[in-house]
């Protein structure tokens, strides 16, 4: 009776899978989501994964 509910909203909810970087140029370290990772401080895209 009171598990009904939109399955469609919690899922979006969920965590995307962030994969942590470091970008080689400044050194920041940071989380990334999908294929095209920049540096949100120098947005530069030379990071490696950590
Ligand atoms: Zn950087």
Do not use: H, W
Request: net charge positive; proline share 4%.
């Amino acid at each position: 009776m009171c598990t009904v509910g939109g399955p469609m909203a919690d899922i979006k909810m969920k965590k995307l899978k962030t994969k942590k970087y470091r970008c080689l140029d400044c050194d920041n370290e940071f989380k990334g989501i999908g294929r095209r990772v920049v540096c949100p401080s120098c947005q530069s895209d030379n990071v490696e994964e950590v």
